[in-house]
């Protein structure tokens, strides 16, 4: 479906992404892993680009995202993006030297559809950031806000899925999160528990907004109870001194 912004998937991005920029800025170490991916590829499409996070600013870059919001939000020193989803690319066969994709897939329509094409429109590697679902669950925000965890868990595709649907050879990677990651997913706050209980970084990731708001709130406050008296550290505090953690965060690498 695509929502009154454009935005397409199950995620309405007219809502929810409003300052979505604040709060998800690409993190330059994550960025490195990326960069490496594309190998030697110059000319690049960015599918889900959204406001711009992890475009590699030395390469000739074609963005494409469907929400105007988060389109509206993309640095003059990017390029504009076009209106497009996953699933139908303007664009010829083998048109790009490499393709990337960064924490999208779970909004797309028809995942096989929009792997298809983006290994149709790309000749060399496709570069995919996105979360395992397997290991969603495993983070420590499970103890306090488990629908959303479980919502991530049953949103995201399994690493397999994305890896055969693009085809060719493929490497899966676990990308190590830094202690202050700059991309405020929920597991970049995994030694910082307190920025989760800021409305922003919530609304940033996008699992919050299909829970209820009162269910959110409880979470919230479940948490902040949690940091007040001490449980918190007692359980997790080492966390605070872990200069990376390793949580869901995958990158998949594909090469026809």
């Known amino acids: ?19 979505y920029a604040d709060y998800r800025q690409p993190d330059p170490r994550i960025a490195a892993l990326v960069q490496k991916a594309l190998g030697p590829a110059q000319h690049v499409l960015n599918v889900g680009a959204g406001a711009g996070s992890y475009e590699p600013l030395d390469r000739d ?32 066969d083998r048109h790009f030297d490499g393709c990337m994709a960064i924490f999208t897939v779970h909004q ?12 149709r429109v790309t000749s060399g590697p496709v570069v995919i950031m996105s979360c395992d679902p397997q290991a969603v669950e495993e983070f420590w925000l499970n103890d306090y806000a488990p629908m959303v965890l479980a919502t991530e868990a049953r949103r995201y595709p ?54 209820a708001p009162n269910l959110a709130a409880s979470y919230v406050a479940k948490l902040r109870a949690a940091l007040a008296d001490g449980s918190w550290d ?12 390793t949580g869901s965060l995958r990158l998949v690498i594909s090469r026809p």
């Open 234 to 245: 007692r359980t997790y505090g080492n966390l605070r001194s872990e200069p990376f953690f």
């Open 158 to 211: 399994s690493m397999p899925s994305i890896a055969d649907g693009l085809g060719g050879t493929h490497e899966i990677i676990p990308v190590s999160i830094p202690f202050d990651c700059r991309d405020g997913f929920n597991e970049a706050y995994y030694g910082r528990p307190e920025r989760l209980l800021e409305p922003g970084a919530r609304t940033a990731c996008s699992a919050w907004s299909f829970v």
């Open 61 to 92: 870059v074609t963005a494409v995202e469907p929400s105007q919001s988060m389109r509206a939000q993309r640095p003059a020193s990017h390029p504009v993006a076009i209106d497009a989803t996953a699933e139908n690319l303007p664009f010829p």
């Open 1 to 19: 479906m695509r929502h009154a912004d454009g935005s397409a998937g199950d995620a309405d991005y007219g809502t929810i992404g409003f300052r």
């Open 108 to 119: 797309w329509a028809d995942l096989a559809a929009g792997l298809r094409e983006l290994r």
